[in-house]
């Protein structure tokens, strides 16, 4: 029994397997693919650089399950499985471990880091709120840099191309006696989509200090400044509602971290600040007004705190334990009539990854959470994992999970008022603040196998998730007393019966020869079901896949190719009551070909890049402007092409 048990203990821990790579995201302990509670994928620092992405949320469309697209050149709508609004808020988005969603959900086109920094993503598909708390509802995608001692030096690196691209980049790391710092500075240009007011211009400056205090202690430093001008709007929307205007932003961060780590035993303790902002202002008009005064200003603050505990229990099990506090206050006068909104939340955390037998694991997580003005909610996650052989690893697993409350579809109040008259002519939002939080229950099986032959893997998920409480965007009767408006207002209200969402993904590695490696990723969805409400059929697409082709021919060149293909989306929910409309499935085409080489004795690297080549598609529509032309896309991609040159300095 001893020996048998001993036996599969060395080959669960062979050399081959001990090639998976590790991950830190998924239970906050550090285990490799094959003992995650979940599907976990992994953009590495190679890949990134081979695809000559320009944004983050490009990376993210070669990950299985989600869906991403493009309303404009420079908005990014990002979600897993596509069940969203226009802003998606089910998604935590981490930076080095600080949050970088807020109320109203993440900006893409802003985010503090840049993409020559980033060491990995770590991608958790399917909600891992047990973890993180309610913004991970759907999944977490953990961005982190490099330690800034890992290279030394400068680097930089220019991107010229149509659609006016013009990008400098910048980086330059140094360390000394146990301290490292990285500075990265990147300025980013483009006119977006053709025939569109789409202009992009964003200044982003990041530092990160790592300073080892001795042999078990670090501290780290990361800051951050981030501001964006672009253009948004249509000319002729209804009313001018969605007039062409400027979006200005800034962004700034603080994070101070300490970790300590002695032998199988680990702490850790965060501090991060952010304040963010931004100015967007433009005049409606129409039936007998004009100059009526409309913006989506908004000013926010977040402070989080967190501590965090790992070590082993004895020799086969780890635990995890952590608490959390967290407040955010945000301000936007015209969508926020009664005030500044403030939301505070607490976490206390653990997470027990425990082998039973060599073969069998098993990973047990809850959190505890008290939001403003909600009850406390317990969310839980159990996982079973079957090392059925060195190479084959099957998995099942539950977790419920609570969305985070949206603050605009609680509070949301939004009044427009005539300036000459002072009379009431629009309100398309009225507040409901009894509306439920949206709950999740999510089961799912999945299977992790390698194939010496090929060098290959492949990770399967199958789901379903059954979503409580589904929010929706409806005609709302107005208040008592008040005169019609020019249009009938909207509230968000939950749906009676649950949305069940059920599907298979996986992804497909192989390097079938030196030099070359391809990545299949496919995700085939069953149409949500249980409520067959507009809002809900089609908002998430049939199926998605993705082709990628990595190939280095020797002498420095090499090539990157990636095919999408996306099923018909009908992505959020509009801003004209009762206007639907689904965008058809399209197919595009990512190149880029590049020569590595030697300039005057330093590394240098040119190359050539293309997006969204061949037909012109349309990705995401803006509802309101689409209803007005029914018959054409009203905002199809472009194509851009663009030179880079980047070297050491």
Do not use: C
Not at 18 to 35: F, G, H, I, Y
Not at 106 to 111: E, K, Q, R, Y
Not at 365 to 384: H, M, N
């Amino acid at each position: 029994m001893l020996a048998d048990y001993a036996a599969r203990a060395e080959e669960a821990e062979s050399p081959f397997f001990e090639e998976l790579p590790t991950v830190l995201s998924a239970s906050r302990l550090p285990q490799t693919l094959n003992e995650a509670p979940g599907a976990v994928t992994i953009l590495d620092r190679e890949f990134i650089r081979a695809t000559g992405y320009r944004d983050v949320a490009r990376l993210l469309r070669l990950v299985p399950g989600m869906q991403i697209g493009q309303e404009r050149g420079n908005v990014q709508w990002v979600t897993y499985h596509g069940l969203s609004g226009e802003t998606p808020t089910e998604i935590q988005v981490l930076i080095d471990g600080r949050s970088a969603s807020h109320y109203a959900g993440v900006n893409w086109a802003g985010l503090p880091v840049t993409i020559e920094e980033i060491e990995r993503i770590e991608v958790i598909r399917g909600t891992n709120s047990n973890a993180y708390g309610a913004n991970a509802f759907l999944g977490v995608i953990n961005i982190i840099t490099r330690h800034s001692q890992q290279t030394q030096g400068a680097w930089g690196q220019v991107n010229a191309g149509s659609q006016g691209i013009a990008d400098l980049q910048a980086s330059w790391s140094g360390s000394s006696d146990g301290l490292g710092v990285r500075l990265s500075a990147v300025q980013t240009h483009d006119n977006g989509f053709s025939g569109l007011h789409d202009s992009r211009k964003s200044q982003t400056l990041t530092l990160r200090s790592d300073y080892r205090l001795d042999g078990h202690n670090e501290l780290t430093l990361r800051a951050s400044h981030n501001r964006i001008e672009r253009g948004m709007g249509y000319r002729d929307s209804l009313f001018n509602n969605n007039g062409e205007r400027d979006l200005g932003s800034e962004s700034s961060t603080l994070q101070l971290g300490w970790r300590r780590a002695v032998e199988d035993e680990e702490w850790l303790a965060n501090l991060h600040f952010t304040k963010d902002g931004g100015m967007e202002r433009w005049f409606g008009s129409g039936l007998g007004y004009s100059a009526v005064p409309l913006n989506r200003d908004y000013r926010s603050e977040s402070a989080n705190a967190e501590i965090q505990h790992r070590f082993a229990l004895n020799a086969q099990a780890r635990l995890v334990w952590g608490l959390e506090a967290q407040w955010e206050t945000g301000t936007a006068p015209f969508r926020f009539t009664t005030g500044p909104k403030t939301e505070r939340q607490y976490r206390a955390f653990t997470n027990l990854d425990w082998r039973i037998t060599p073969t069998w694991q098993l990973n047990l997580g809850g959190l505890v959470e008290k939001s403003t003005d909600t009850t406390t909610q317990l969310i839980p996650r159990a996982f079973l994992n079957w090392q059925a052989s060195a190479s084959d690893t099957f998995r099942a697993g539950y977790a419920r999970a609570w969305q985070p409350r949206n603050l605009f579809n609680y509070f949301g109040d939004v009044r427009v008022y005539d300036p000459q008259s002072g009379k009431l002519i629009a309100w398309p939002y009225l507040p409901n603040p009894n509306l439920r939080r949206t709950r999740i229950d999510s089961f799912e099986v999945g299977y992790l196998g390698r194939f010496r032959a090929i060098d290959s893997t492949l990770d399967v998920r199958i789901f379903n998730e059954r979503i409580s409480n589904f929010v929706v965007r409806q005609i709302a009767p107005l208040p008592a007393g008040q005169p019609p408006l020019l249009l009938p207002p909207t509230q968000f209200v939950n749906l009676p019966d649950p949305v069940v969402l059920r599907g298979i993904e996986y992804q497909f590695r192989a390097k079938p020869r030196p030099g070359s490696e391809i990545v299949f990723n496919h995700t085939l969805f069953a149409h949500p079901h249980g409520n067959q409400d507009q809002q809900v059929t089609g908002r998430s697409a049939p199926y998605v896949a993705s082709l990628s082709w990595l190939q280095s021919y020797g002498g420095g060149w090499q090539s990157t190719a990636s095919l999408l293909r996306m099923g018909p989306l009908a992505g959020g929910y509009g801003y004209v009551p009762g206007s639907a409309y689904t965008v058809r499935a399209y197919t595009t085409l990512d190149l880029r070909i590049a020569r590595s080489f030697i300039l005057d004795g330093r590394k240098a690297e040119i190359a050539l890049n293309g997006i969204n080549l061949g037909p012109r598609h349309q990705e995401i529509a803006d509802r309101s402007e689409q209803t007005s032309h029914p018959d054409k896309p009203i905002n199809p991609t472009s194509s851009m092409v663009w030179l880079s040159l980047a070297m050491e300095l």
